[in-house]
């Protein structure tokens, strides 16, 4: 069973970037279409991009898309989101998700526990 870890969140500026890590441990990785969300306090958790198994295909929610980038490191066993030209309403608890399934909007089955990043304006 594979277990993710996030890491490289913080506290940012408005206008600066982070990149997230989503470090897998038990799996290979890329044998997982992987997603990230997001939840802002009081919100439901909410899409922000997803990459398939191969890394060929990615795709993003309207209000990241064109700031925020996913990418695989397949030699740190991990998939990273930069994240550029935060906003204060980027703020939120940021999960990586992982499927076995391909290419589609399925429920994902594995979970991180989160990572809290912070935007001032």
């Known amino acids: 069973q594979v277990q993710l870890v996030e890491s490289g969140g913080g506290l940012v500026q408005a206008g600066d970037s982070l990149r997230l890590s989503c470090a897998a441990s038990g799996r290979t990785l890329s044998n997982y279409r992987v997603g990230w969300f997001r939840q802002a306090p009081g919100q439901e958790r909410d899409f922000v991009a997803r990459?398939?198994?191969?890394?060929?295909?990615?795709d993003y929610s309207d209000s990241v898309k064109g700031r925020f980038t996913i990418s695989r490191d397949n030699t740190q066993n991990t998939v990273l989101l930069q994240m550029n030209s935060l906003k204060p309403e980027d703020a939120a608890v940021y999960y990586c998700?992982?499927?076995?399934?391909?290419?589609?909007?399925?429920?994902?089955?594995?979970w991180g526990q989160g990572i809290q990043v912070t935007v001032s304006s």
């Open positions: 998700a992982a499927s076995l399934t391909g290419w589609s909007t399925s429920p994902y089955n594995y």
């Open positions: 990459i398939s198994r191969s890394g060929s295909m990615t």
